[in-house]
């Protein structure tokens, strides 16, 4: 009786053996992997939805800082930059390399009371992919004067604007539109200098998500 007390007790106390604790440590390893495959599919769909969120404030913006200018464009001339005397039309198109388009806007925001003139020059351009604003602190910038520069979008491969014209309710790559006032002449050059269309269209070209098209009234 004592000696199968003994082998029992011995039984009993016998460790894992070697294939147990390779079968374990195999059971812990798969299941390593697994969570570890998990928690890594989670931030990189994480990381993924912040840079598609993002983007999306981003276009957002931009169309919201569109809609703000557009919308308080204002029929007064600018001196040319040039510093030759003669006035730039109130808005005007332009080109790619150059700038897209550049006009006088009201209801320039001025909380901190600054002695400036509550109108701005603005000019779109678009830069090697990026949609830049920039506007001037004078309505009537001084010779060689520097904008000051915004960023409003990256990944951008083309900007095109339309004018519709107030006369004809027909839509015009360029502006201003001689059809409005008929052939200038001293007559009506003042008039050619302020005429502004009825809306405007934009159409970006993203990258990542193709033509975006927004139509913005231009107020009268």
Known sequence: MSAARLKSKSSRQRGFT???ILVAVAIA???FAIGYAGINQALND???LEAAQNRLTAVQRTMRVLSQDLAQVVARPARDLAGNGDLQPAIQS???GDYLLVFSRGGWSNPAGAQRAAQQRVRYTLVNGEFMREHWLSLDPA???VPR???LLEGVRAVEFRYLDPTNRS???DWPASTTVGAVTPANADLALRTR???IEVTLDLEDWGRIMRVFEVAS
């Open 29 to 31: 390893a798969i299941m």
């Open 171 to 173: 839509w015009r790559n």
């Open 18 to 20: 070697l294939i147990e």
């Open 46 to 48: 994480r990381e993924g």
């Open 197 to 199: 269309p009825a809306a």
């Open 94 to 96: 332009g080109r790619t």
């Open 149 to 151: 520069r915004r960023l």
């Open 143 to 145: 010779l060689n004067a």
